[in-house]
């Protein structure tokens, strides 16, 4: 069996895939985790002695002691960093990116400015690369004014966080980009004129004129190796490697024109899965879909790290232990655990906070940088989105004021001014939402009403379906974190289960597909045909030569007769073996027009179609042609609804477990509906189970059934046989694409034909002696070569007539199961291209299929079976007569007259003279009249044969 599968590299094959899902992602988050925690601790401690060594340690020691046991030679090109943002000018951070150890200085924030962190993690045997730029924040106060917030927004670290903001959103556009087109230059450009629009919004001169220079702005996006190296990716090829999409802004000026600030980095791990789609008679376009495996990393971090910061933060913290705030009213929900988002990208992942509602107001508190707080003039109202279960993840989205957007950090302000709370299921927040929230913000209370919505807007949805698995797939996993299980995967990369099929799809080969098989590969829903459209549903039936499919044909076309407009469509037997599309294709158009007539004559009789797959042809090539029709019209309305293998247990092996040329392929998956066992039907039959079993092996999902010689007697198999949809069934579509990719385009890999098998078909016009070939054609399985078969004859199958009667009719034998049958034809008429003068000119056929078949031999063959032409006989003389031809003539003669002087004893012949004889003393004379006479019996028929015409079998 033939079968095409594509080349997927490292990190993607099966068992590859696995593993670097479940070791590498889990420990580059590890590391950067540990990272974090470090900020964590040493700001709590308020030492002022955080360093950058002290902060790279993590990273440096996962890369030095991973790179050391990794199998590639050389180093990677990628090295991992962390610069504060005193120490982040454009030169500093290319020697960071190039030269290894770069950190190994000891600088410290203590008494620097800084407000940034710039940090990039790499997988040091595989392709990740991670970059973010974190940041220093003043403490955020709720009890605060507004006028202190606005000032916050307006430094130039709120400046930088917006900016940042932007340079994410672009790094996105930029691998969508690139995944639609396959082009890096156009994913460079929209990239950057994200990059512009976002941030002309920012109304700095100082920082549209910076963005101009294209020295300041760098985008690239490189392929990744097994061992870390960059790879080259030419525009318009598909690359199934790790890509890592980076962007950079060097040495960004203050939003108050003074200097420069510091250099920002952000960067992205992702897989790009692309798919040509192409329908006839539109333009090809690109369906792709984007994994990006570092997108569990936090994208944004903020920390107030001063010491009078810390003591802020803590003030905040006791107050909010109070029942009751000044203006907020009591508190309604005590700091349950949620996550905010906006639905953009900085806020994907949503970042996990503590939320306090109260009877007039809301308070976030992150532990990191303080807290913000919005009142009810800050919200114009609230919807609540649950899924009306409570297993599900609810959305509080609340539509905030333009005033709100001076009271939130920078990477919760959006354009549409909406702020999400996403509530876990089963949680104390949601119990407190639905208990304690809901019902006084319903009555007495400033905060606007909230409103269940049964929808979700698209991008949304789309959100919470990604929490929804994330919180699934964690909810059912008890193990450890650090326990290897596939399981855990969705939970970090929730994209992933979307992701592979369209990936795997992908994979196979570049080849286009068409929409609606695109739909059942990603498992999407395909739009059934109309129902006002009157189409032909075609059943495909296939199968080596002798396996009963024409016997299947006739059963299936003898159903509904009342209803169904039966046309059969098949290889004339006395036509060479090769399979002709050309012909086939003819014989549809003949059945849409000839229905499209009767449908306007009001004859409104469904009209179905059966084709008869001829000798060992690959059902590939079958479906290839009609659904390649080049009659656009005609193609439109012929559909293939199922295809069906005659197999027979009996006629499978041609020499042990050698078994017949495509007799396979015929069963292979993605192509068949249904495998009918057309002989050993009887239960515990070995022979059945043993080609079962070897069915079951290549196609796991097919229908067996059974059917002796063809004839079906059950209806759920008539039905499944018949089925007008099977074939385009989402699991058929996926095994065709994946098995074959390109086989729509007639691009695939035909079955070799092994051993070469052909077909020989032998006219003649005269009958033929029934015995005398009925016993040749059993001779047939004795005289079978086992070693080199060739010669070998395994099916013979035509039209002829025999000698004890007139009717032309129709044989079949098939060698290996000794299955012989002869009936009369259904058509006696012989077709005018089998007449000349009004008489039979070969009207009579065979067509014997077999291994290494020649003409020459099969004629001689045949013509044994044939009335001979009868050969002169030869002259008799005296000395060639046998003992007992002279024995006949002596009895015949012995009683006539003895010559004179003769008389018989009784016992011997006795003469007068004395002499004896056992025989007739005139013996010799009968003999010398016998000789004359027999001679001229012989040269009578001699002459009759010489002015008798004979002909030939195939003259």
């Not at 799809?505 to 590969?521: I, R």
């Not at 797959?613 to 390649?628: E, F, L, N, Q, R």
Request: proline share 6%.
């Amino acid at each position: 069996m033939s079968c095409t599968v594509g080349w997927t590299p490292w990190p993607w094959r099966c068992s590859s895939r696995r593993f670097y899902l479940l070791q590498h992602l889990p420990l580059l988050e590890r590391q950067w985790k540990n990272m974090t925690a470090t900020m964590d601790i040493e700001i709590a401690q308020h030492t002022g002695d955080l360093s950058e060594e002290r902060l790279f340690e993590p990273l440096r020691s996962y890369f030095q002691h991973g790179r050391g046991a990794a199998s590639g030679d050389g180093r990677s090109r990628k090295l991992p960093f962390v610069l504060f943002g005193s120490h982040a000018s454009k030169t500093e951070l290319l020697q960071a990116q190039d030269m290894d150890g770069y950190n190994s200085k000891k600088s410290s924030m203590k008494g620097e400015t800084t407000h940034t962190i710039l940090c990039q993690a790499v997988d040091p045997k595989g392709p990740l690369t991670c970059a973010r730029t974190y940041f220093y924040t003043p403490v955020y106060d709720p009890f605060s004014d507004e006028d202190k917030s606005t000032d916050l927004k307006n430094s130039d670290v709120g400046y930088l966080m917006l900016v940042y903001k932007a340079m994410a959103e672009a790094v996105m556009k930029g691998i969508k980009t690139y995944a639609h087109t396959l082009s890096v230059t156009q994913a460079r450009l929209k990239a950057v004129q994200t990059l512009h629009d976002d941030c002309g919004d920012l109304k700095t001169s100082s920082l549209l004129n910076y963005l101009s220079d294209r020295s300041s702005v760098k985008f690239t996006i490189e392929a990744v190796d097994n061992c870390g190296r960059p790879s080259s990716l030419r525009d318009g090829s598909q690359s199934l490697l790790v890509k890592v999409a980076t962007m950079t802004l060097y040495d960004v000026p203050s939003c108050h024109g003074k200097g420069h600030l510091s250099s920002l980095v952000f960067a992205e791990s992702f897989l790009d899965s692309v798919i040509p789609v192409s329908d006839p008679g539109q333009p090809e376009t690109i369906s792709s879909d984007v994994l990006v495996l570092t997108s569990h990393l936090p994208r944004f971090q903020m920390w107030a790290s001063s010491k009078a910061d810390s003591l802020a933060n803590k003030d905040i913290q006791e107050r909010l232990r109070c029942k009751s705030l000044p203006g907020f009213g009591d508190v309604l929900m005590h700091g349950e655990a949620v996550h905010l988002t906006t639905g953009d990208v900085l806020t994907s992942p949503p970042c996990q906070d503590c939320l306090y509602l109260y009877e007039n107001g809301l308070i976030v508190q992150a532990s990191q940088y303080g807290a913000f707080s919005l009142m009810a003039r800050h919200v114009k109202g609230f919807s609540l989105y649950d899924g009306d279960s409570i297993s599900n993840v609810a959305f509080l989205i609340a539509d905030l004021d333009v005033t709100a957007r001076a009271r939130l950090p920078p990477h919760l302000l959006s354009s549409n001014n909406r702020l999400v709370i996403a509530i876990p299921p089963r949680s104390k927040a949601r119990k407190a939402l639905f208990q304690q929230v809901l019902p006084v913000w319903k009555g007495d209370s400033d905060m606007p009403e909230v409103k269940r919505q049964e929808t979700l807007p698209e991008d949304l949805s789309a959100l919470h379906n990604l929490l929804q698995i994330q919180h699934t797939s964690a909810e059912n996993i008890i193990a450890p974190i650090n326990t290897i299980t596939f399981k855990r995967v969705p939970s970090v990369l929730p994209h992933i289960n979307r992701f592979l099929p369209h990936f795997v799809a992908s994979s196979v080969g570049w080849h286009p597909v068409q929409q609606h098989d695109l739909n059942s590969l990603l498992k999407q829903e395909t739009p059934p045909p109309s129902a006002e459209t009157e189409w032909i549903p075609v059943t495909i039936l296939t199968g080596v030569p002798g396996c009963h499919k024409e016997n299947l044909a006739r059963t299936i076309t003898s159903f509904d007769k009342d209803n169904t407009r039966w046309t059969t469509i098949c290889q004339p037997h006395d036509n060479s073996s090769v399979f002709d599309p050309v012909s086939l294709q003819n014989s549809l158009t003949s059945a849409y027009s000839a229905n499209r007539r009767r449908h306007t004559s009001g004859n409104y009789k469904r009209t179905r179609v059966v084709v008869l797959t001829p000798g060992y042809t690959d059902i590939i090539d079958v479906v290839h042609a009609i659904v390649s029709h080049p009659n656009t019209e005609v193609a439109a309305q012929i559909r293939i609804g199922a295809v069906t293998a005659c197999v027979d247990p009996l006629n499978t092996f041609m020499e042990h477990r050698l078994t017949f040329p495509t007799l396979l392929n015929h069963c292979s998956q993605g192509w068949v509906n249904c495998i009918v066992f057309t002989s050993s039907i009887s239960t515990k039959n070995e022979t059945l189970e043993e080609v079962q079993n070897l069915v079951r092996s290549i196609n796991s999902d097919v229908a067996l059934l059974l059917a002796e010689r063809g004839v079906v007697r059950r209806s759920p198999d008539l039905e499944l046989i018949m089925s007008e949809s099977s074939f385009h069934l989402p699991q058929m579509v996926a095994a065709r694409q994946c098995l074959h990719p390109g086989w729509r385009q007639g691009i695939y890999l035909r079955a070799a034909t092994a051993p070469p098998m052909n077909q020989e078909v032998l006219h003649f016009s005269k009958p033929l002696d029934r015995n005398k070939l009925h016993k040749s054609l059993r001779d047939l399985h004795g005289r079978l070569n086992k070693h080199r078969l060739e010669d070998n004859i395994y099916h013979v199958e035509g039209r002829l007539r025999f000698t004890d009667s007139r009717q032309i009719v129709e044989l079949q034998f098939v060698t290996l199961s000794g299955f012989l049958t002869s009936s009369p034809s259904d058509d006696q008429a012989i077709p005018p291209s089998r007449q000349m003068n009004g008489q039979p000119l070969h009207d009579c056929f065979l067509t014997f299929s077999g291994c290494g078949l020649q003409e020459d031999k099969l004629k001689d063959w045949l013509r044994l079976c044939a009335q001979q032409k009868p050969e002169k006989k030869k002259p008799v003389s005296r000395g060639g007569l046998t003992k007992e031809e002279i024995s006949r003539i002596h009895k015949t003669h012995h009683l006539e007259a003895l010559p004179p002087g003769w008389f018989y004893n009784g016992t011997q012949f006795l003469s007068m003279g004395g002499d004896k004889s056992s025989t007739h003393p005139n013996l010799e004379e009968f003999i010398t009249n016998w000789v004359k006479s027999k001679n001229n019996e012989i040269s009578t028929y001699n002459a009759q044969i010489e002015a008798e015409a004979f002909t030939d079998l195939f003259d």
